[in-house]
């Protein structure tokens, strides 16, 4: 399994980006994608995720109404449209799968068996 993000940039503050993941890989379309991010001296913590079967998703609450993560199952890629960006998002941001569904732990980065290269997102003005 690989994963791939791409995306990330300097944006100004209220501004937006859209971050992609594209996995190759699953031999079956039963599989979670979660977002993660790591700010500089802090601990990786779950942003996003969702359940490629179904397309359940879950948020973090603190980019509840900002952030949606969709699916495009035909290119195997999922994507992160980041909106009303804060400086506090910055970040880096990675992508990680794990095979199934996202469970109540989805938030875990231990919870997840795969994952890709971060990708910079930077919020200043």
């Known amino acids: 399994v690989q994963l791939q993000a791409s995306g990330g940039g300097l944006v100004q503050p209220g501004g937006s980006l859209r971050l992609s993941c594209a996995a190759s890989?699953?031999?079956?379309?039963?599989?979670?994608i979660g977002w993660f991010r790591q700010a500089p001296g802090k601990e990786r913590r779950g942003v996003s995720c969702i359940s490629i079967r179904d397309g359940s998703t879950y948020y973090a609450d603190s980019v509840k109404g900002r952030f949606t993560i969709s699916r495009d199952n035909a290119k195997n890629t999922v994507y992160l449209q980041m909106n009303s960006l804060k400086p506090e998002d910055t970040a880096d941001y990675y992508c990680?799968?794990?095979?199934?569904?996202?469970?109540?732990?989805?938030?875990?980065?231990?919870?997840?068996?795969?994952w890709g290269k971060g990708t910079l997102v930077t919020v200043s003005s």
């Open positions: 990680a799968s794990d095979p199934g569904h996202c469970g109540r732990t989805w938030y875990v980065w231990r919870t997840y068996a795969y």
């Open positions: 890989g699953f031999t079956q379309g039963y599989y979670a």
